[in-house]
């Protein structure tokens, strides 16, 4: 194979009448295959079937003896506190339990500082008359719809194998009106990029004109490792040791979920932040529910008592998603590289594989899967108002499609990535 800029104009009309063919045959097969959303397939779900007998009959006291099938224990139960706090690398004084979704509680952060300011003492940003958010991209298409809902401006940052341009965000911040930074900083969503150390102190030790400047810390994927040897594990810096450090503890509000380590949309969250930010958002949160679902913390916490448990817990998810990833790499290095029409990052955890098509492709390289029955994220949902500025990324979700199907897919996809450019370069 040699690669596709090195044919002739001849060559390439030839390769895209063998193409077309190829894709028809996909296109006879009928498939209705959709890697779309980074969901949990079945068998990653089950694993987590024992939880749901752990609450039981006269089995609904918390370690304090709250009963949790009652009000009360706003604060969420001490065993999930440790627990999160273990997994985010705080103390458990600084944990907020929330309720199922994680999103959920980043919303209502926002939303308190759109309402209130993110401080007492702080203009409320309604009140401004514009915010701007840092959004390193790729990022999460939630995030960036969140954002665009409360009207706040959302600025592009690439994002690169470190993480997001540090030199770019620091200059960015010179200006009063941006107000925040939202990401994903370890096996990033679409990304695959886990923050580096430097990153992580950079964005915990930069001045920002805005002193109420927040960090939006989506900690997902913490402990979604694919691989047990350590070495081939991404490791994220403690970014709340950091800004601490340089006398910046209120900019960051760290949150992350079991939605994908127990139950996806049935889990429990939490944020953590410095005691000012959580008392905040406490008094806010006092009056918006009672408590929380304590029967689903104490399920969670007698399934998952401690770090270690999330591990042993975490290595069987990763067996099951681990082949997956790995099917999707070596297919497009086998049938990719040689052309160099695409790039891509082999993620060590998280749910997603980035592929970065030739530029001015990605569009297209989705509406021929979708055409050929394969639903993939829309391509340019991974930045800010749904405008990928090259046309180049596309969000690959092995999780949820059974090994069969993905293979259908993986056989698919190159046929598209290929056909894309070779038209692309025809044009
Ligand atoms: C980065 C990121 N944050 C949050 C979520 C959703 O989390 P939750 O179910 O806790 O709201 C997802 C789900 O895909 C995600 O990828």
Redesign the pocket.
Known sequence: MKKLSEYTKAELIQRKEELQAAYCEFQNRNLHLDLS???PEKRQLELSMPMLDLVGKDEWYSEEGLDCRNYGGFEGLAEVRRLFGELLGVPEELVFPGG???????HDAISRAFLFGPLPGFTPWSKLPEVKFICPVPG?D??FHTCEDFGIEMLSVETGENGPDMDQIEELVKDPSVKGMIC?PMY??PSGVTYSDEVVERLAAMKTAAPDFRIIW?N??CVHHLYEEEEKRDHLANIYEACRKYGHEDRVLM??????ITF??A?I?AMACSPANRKEAMRVIFYQLVCYDKMNQLRHARFLPDKNAVELHMRKQAAILRPKFERVENILEEKIRPLEIGEWHNPRG???ICYYAMPGTAKRIVQLCREAGVTLTPAGAAYPYDVDPKDSAIRIAPSYAPMEELNQVMELFPVAAELAAVERMLS
């Open positions: 959303r980074g969901k199922n979704s994680s999103l959920s509680m980043i999460y939630w995030h994903v990033g969503n989506d997902a994927y949150f992350t979920s079991t939605s994908k996806a949309g889990g969250c998280g749910y997603f």
